[in-house]
């Protein structure tokens, strides 16, 4: 089981989500924690942002990195999907 840790921007991104998107986002985190590689929304990215991954969430993307050594998800970023990877 991984623990899913939130940098101070996506923290603040959460507890000012309405309370229908952190449901949806409770729920991302939960199946992350149990395998965060494999899901139908889950992908790798790549480029500038290679060696992170993205969880859909309806128009909003987590994005994260793995740390396997610690079993800790880093989540970088929390935003709607036309600014995420700007």
């Known amino acids: 089981m991984y623990q899913v840790v939130l940098a101070d921007g996506p923290r603040r991104f959460f507890e000012k989500a309405d309370a229908e998107l952190q449901r949806r986002l409770d729920r991302a985190f939960e199946q992350l924690k149990v395998d965060p590689r494999r899901h139908a929304n889950i992908r790798p990215l790549k480029g500038k942002l290679a060696g992170a991954f993205r969880y859909r969430v309806g128009d909003y993307r987590v994005v994260y990195r793995i740390?396997?050594?610690?079993?800790?998800v880093a989540v970088i970023t929390i935003a709607h999907r036309?600014?995420?990877y700007g």
């Open 67 to 72: 740390h396997e050594q610690t079993k800790v």
């Open 82 to 84: 036309r600014g995420v």
